[in-house]
């Protein structure tokens, strides 16, 4: 069993609509990340949490500790969030485990 | 904006060649690591690295591998003895302090034959 599970795997979406992808996890961790990574292979930090909500733009990040839940949100999709989103836990303060990922695809 | 830069982008090698990849990391930070990514599967950690040494590594990390930060700047990951399953992308990232998210280098893609 993964000790990351992202779901859906893979999301189709109309441009405009809101999104959410959601991470669970089985272990203990010091912080949570959302990643996003192009389809040319680049990843980028969204968001780290160890806690409560965070947003940016359009996108939306919370974590339930005591749940082993995390959600990213995008609110008024676009094409150009098309992308794998990637949840990724750090256990202590130096290792991280990582989801398999959420492909997005936005249809204009 | 500062990035984490990887040298090179493509690296095709023979099986059982020594490689050496490289990446600086941004200039005032102090936490590095190295991960790899299978073509079509998820991203694994392989080291983390701080005050000159090792502080975790994967069960992937064995022998085989090593990382150093010879000279301040620049941080390399060197596989041994390359292996067929060696051949994925390679990605280096950094932070300033453990609160920070990372920041990736754009990844080295390495080839074995």
């Known amino acids: 069993k993964n000790e990351v599970e992202q779901s859906p795997q893979n999301l189709t979406a109309q441009e405009g609509e809101f999104i959410t992808i959601n991470c669970s996890y089985s272990?203990?961790?010091?912080?949570l990340h959302w990643l996003q990574q192009h389809p040319g292979g680049g990843i980028v930090s969204l968001f780290m949490?160890?806690?409560g909500k965070k947003k940016h733009g359009r996108l939306i990040a919370t974590i339930n500790i005591q749940e082993k839940h995390s959600s990213l949100h995008i609110t008024a999709s676009h094409p150009r969030d098309s992308a794998v989103y990637i949840c990724?836990?750090?256990?202590?303060?130096?290792?991280?485990?990582f989801g398999t990922g959420t492909r997005l695809k936005v249809l204009a | 904006e500062p990035e984490v830069t990887q040298t090179p982008s493509h690296q095709v090698t023979q099986m059982g060649q020594e490689v050496i990849l490289r990446c600086v990391p941004i200039s005032n930070h102090l936490y590095f690591y190295w991960y790899r990514q299978i073509l079509g599967q998820k991203v694994e950690f392989l080291v983390s690295?701080?005050?000159?040494?090792?502080?975790?590594k994967s069960e992937i990390f064995d022998d085989q591998f090593s990382v150093e930060r010879p000279d301040g700047s620049n941080f390399t990951l060197k596989i041994r003895s390359t292996k067929l399953e060696d051949s994925a992308m390679y990605f280096c990232?950094?932070?300033?302090?453990?609160?920070?998210?990372?920041?990736f280098g754009d990844g080295t893609r390495l080839s074995i034959l």
């Open positions: 272990v203990g961790i010091s912080a």
């Open positions: 990232a950094s932070i300033r302090d453990s609160n920070q998210p990372q920041h």
């Open positions: 949490l160890s806690s």
């Open positions: 990724a836990v750090r256990l202590g303060t130096y290792k991280y485990i």
């Open positions: 690295f701080y005050n000159n040494e090792i502080s975790e």
